[in-house]
Nanobody, 122 residues
Framework: QLRLVESGGGLVQPGGSLILSCAFS?????IGWFRQAPGKGREGPLC????????YYADSVKGRFTMSRDNAKNTVFLQMNNLKPDDTARYYC??????????????????WGLGTQVTVSS
């Protein structure tokens, strides 16, 4: 069974950068990141990394967020640059064991971490 543990959240000033990590166990088709801001619904996927190295980015993070993977350490990373106050949210790492396409639909992500809080504020 897939297990995911996020880390790396914290407080950062607008325009700053942060790297989130997601340590996982098990095998998967794709791992992605979602987020949920206070009082709002879950947003995502923000980005997806597929086992074949295909990568997807939502328009809201394209050019600012980069997802990478260290297979030897079973860890994926989310490099977040030029952070904005609107990026303040709890960020969740999630995995899809199977999918009907290349990139899983939101409902196909069925394994979730507990999340890590990112706060962008001066």
């Amino acid at each position: 069974q897939l297990r995911l543990v996020e880390s790396g959240g914290g407080l950062v000033q607008p325009g700053g950068s942060l790297i989130l990590s997601c340590a996982f166990s098990g095998t998967y088709h794709a791992i992605g990141w979602f987020r949920q801001a206070p009082g709002k619904g879950r947003e995502g996927p923000l980005c997806i990394s597929v086992y074949d190295d295909s990568t997807y980015y939502a328009d809201s993070v394209k050019g600012r967020f980069t997802m990478s993977r260290d297979n030897a350490k079973n860890t994926v990373f989310l490099q977040m640059n030029n952070l904005k106050p609107d990026d303040t949210a709890r960020y969740y790492c999630t995995a899809a064991a199977t999918t009907h396409g290349i990139f899983p639909l939101p409902e196909e992500f069925d394994y979730w971490g507990l999340g890590t809080q990112v706060t962008v504020s001066s």
